[in-house]
């Protein structure tokens, strides 16, 4: 079992910036960065892999928001500039063992338990 831990939500003002880290117990295929706004589904914020070193961040996001690897702790990092209230969601970071490039949340077997981002304006 992957335990998955994230750190760095909070209340910040608009146009702040959040620097999200999430720590894994083991190195996974692909690790990844979600967030779920109230009433909305899950979406994808920025997938990185080990050994294909893929490091994707989605169109929505890419000019606010980037993803690096955490070597030491076999994790990611959510960098997040210029947040908008939009950008209030619980925020998790999600594992991948199998192979494979994927986006979907439904491909993600581990899940941490979430950090709150609030946004105000």
């Known amino acids: 079992q992957v335990r998955l831990v994230e750190s760095g939500g909070g209340l910040v003002q608009t146009g702040a910036s959040l620097r999200l880290s999430c720590t894994a117990s083991?190195?996974?295929?692909?690790i990844a960065w979600f967030r779920r706004a109230p009433g909305l589904d899950r979406e994808v914020l920025g997938v990185?892999?080990?050994?294909?070193?893929?490091?994707y961040t989605p169109k929505t996001v890419e000019d606010r928001f980037s993803v690096s690897r955490d070597e030491a702790n076999n994790g990611i990092i959510l960098q997040m500039n210029n947040l908008k209230p939009e950008d209030t969601a619980i925020y998790y970071c999600?594992?991948?063992?199998?192979?494979?490039?994927?986006?979907?949340?439904?491909?993600?077997?581990?899940w941490g338990q979430g950090t709150q981002v609030t946004v105000s304006s």
């Open positions: 990185v892999t080990w050994e294909s070193l893929i490091r």
């Open positions: 083991e190195r996974t295929h692909s």
């Open positions: 999600a594992g991948r063992k199998a192979g494979g490039f994927r986006v979907d949340p439904e491909a993600y077997e581990y």
